[in-house]
């Protein structure tokens, strides 16, 4: 079955503890990015990988960072998070840009 | 810069309703725009992904259709059910160099009333 997963689900963390989601994706695809939404904000793009080893920044792109060693993962790395990271964080993943998009079961992150 | 509308942001219908939920975009220069299902606390379900070559797009009671020159897409769901209460959100493309990043709408919140 074609997906992509996400983990964890939930996180709960303390501030400056660092942390990282993760996110795979079995389609092969080579484009793959982060979002994050928030009440009143929608879904605001984080960073964005076009293939392996090439990654760039998205709309949000402060107080994270991403890695692209493999095609099929992609993580998300909060090296010292803050409150205002709070958020649900999705990670959608497709065959070329702007092509059929398939997002991850969504990562919801409480830093307090 | 590419900006989605979805207006209203919520609606409530009673179950067996046809309906249409709109979405407006600024940018008419798309190769395409999808539609999203999201359930509370869930992620996203693509729907249907439009062509802009294409007028309309269908998938099973939904059918998507959309019209660059007027800057629109329209998400018609027929005989509407329960099971259909969600968040709508439609997404065009942001062309921005070499990234194409989705603009979403913030979407709508249907309830199917039985």
């Known amino acids: 079955e074609a997906q992509v997963t996400q983990n964890p689900r939930y996180l709960i963390t303390v501030t400056g503890k660092k942390l990282t989601v993760t996110c795979s994706q079995n389609?092969?695809?080579?484009?793959m990015s982060w979002y994050r939404q928030d009440p009143g904000l929608g879904l605001r793009q984080i960073y964005y990988s076009m293939n392996v080893e090439v990654t760039d920044k998205g709309d949000v792109p402060e107080g994270y960072k991403v890695s692209r060693k493999e095609k099929r993962n992609f993580p998300l790395i909060l090296e010292s998070p803050s409150p205002n990271q709070t958020s649900l964080y999705f990670c959608?993943?497709?065959?070329?840009?702007?092509?059929?998009?398939?997002f991850g079961q969504g990562t919801r992150l409480t830093v307090v | 810069k590419q900006e989605v509308t979805q207006i209203p942001a919520a609606l409530s219908v009673p179950e067996g309703e046809n309906l249409v939920l709109n979405c407006s975009f600024t940018?008419?220069?798309?190769?395409?725009l999808q539609w999203f299902r999201q359930d509370p606390g869930k992620g996203l379900t693509s729907l249907l992904l439009i062509q802009s070559s294409q007028r309309e797009q269908t998938s099973g009671r939904l059918n998507a259709s959309l019209d660059k020159s007027s800057g629109r897409s329209t998400l018609y769901i027929a005989a509407s059910q329960p099971g259909d209460s969600a968040t709508y959100l439609c997404a065009a493309p942001n062309y921005t160099g070499a990234n194409s990043k989705l603009t979403f709408g913030k979407g709508i919140t249907l309830s199917v009333r039985p």
């Open positions: 940018d008419s220069a798309i190769y395409n």
């Open positions: 389609m092969n695809h080579e484009y």
């Open positions: 959608a993943s497709s065959s070329g840009t702007g092509d059929l998009a398939f």
